[in-house]
């Protein structure tokens, strides 16, 4: 289990959780310069551009129980216009059928991740939401990085809403939802580090494997983490926060199963194929919907 006693450095990028394990790993010092070198509390002048390409994003919330969502919204590129590089205009209205929702309100922390499929490039942000009415909104930054394109698989996505899939509620996995899992070679996860922890916030991430990635056994998931660029954003948000929320996507049907419930670390498990260690998530509820776009 990482230790959590040393102190943070003053300037660090990173919360409470993400150090811990950092500390673990023995590689803190190194993600210390990292992190201030490309944490960032604004959006560098290519995330302003690229977010405007873009026909969805996915977007982490939390609701006023604390419980974390997970969820795609789609529309035309230019629904997401960057004014400055410090806030980020989303022209998406209210959905009521959309559970997330709930944790999209004015002043809500909220994680984004801006992915372009075809060309493997991401690029994410959390902050908080500015909202003053139900036809958009507005993200002021807290913290703006890119990613690496390592485990993402290359689609050309466009928004098409000509099937229309009725939203609906789910007390645990069905045929259907593990039917989806199984074939998935990706999904996205959203995590919080819960209220009042120093550079913590909400976040959504993605993770890509082979299609099987995900293991199934009754109602729990387990998932190989790989080696990725040492932030540990989900991880180290499961260390403080075990709830969580996973968006799975078919972006063939254009249908998207968002589930609900508490990951934990097997820090010494590494029996899953490339993996450096696993994780756990224990589902216990969820919901099923439209995506909006379509591979």
Known sequence: MPDNAQQKRPDSPWHEGELAIQRSLGVVERM???????????????????????PFAVFGAVDAQGDVWATMRAAAPGFMQAPDAWNLD??????????????MGDAHSIGMLGIQ???RRRNRLNGAILRDGDVSFTIRVRQSFGNCPQ?????HVMVDRRVSIDAEPLEGLDARAR???????????????????????????????????????????????YRGNRYFNTLGNLLLDARAALLFVDFANGELLQLQGTGEVAWGEHDLPGAERTWRFKVSGGWRGPTGVYA
């Not at 485990?151 to 689609?155: A, D, K």
């Not at 976040?203 to 293991?215: K, L, M, N, Q, Y």
């Open 179 to 225: 039917k989806q899992i199984a074939a998935a070679d990706t999904f996205f996860v959203a995590t919080s580090s819960g209220e009042g922890v120093e550079n913590g916030g909400v976040d959504i991430s993605h993770r890509g494997g082979p299609a099987g990635f995900v293991r199934i056994a009754g109602d729990v998931l387990t998932i190989p983490d």
């Open 90 to 103: 989303i022209r998406l209205p209210r959905d009521p059928d959309d559970p997330a929702d709930a944790g």
């Open 117 to 119: 499929l075809e060309t």
């Open 32 to 54: 210390d310069a990292t992190g201030r070198n490309f944490v960032r509390s604004f959006m560098p002048e290519q995330h302003q551009q690229f977010f405007p390409m873009l």
């Open 151 to 155: 485990y993402i698989h290359p689609r």
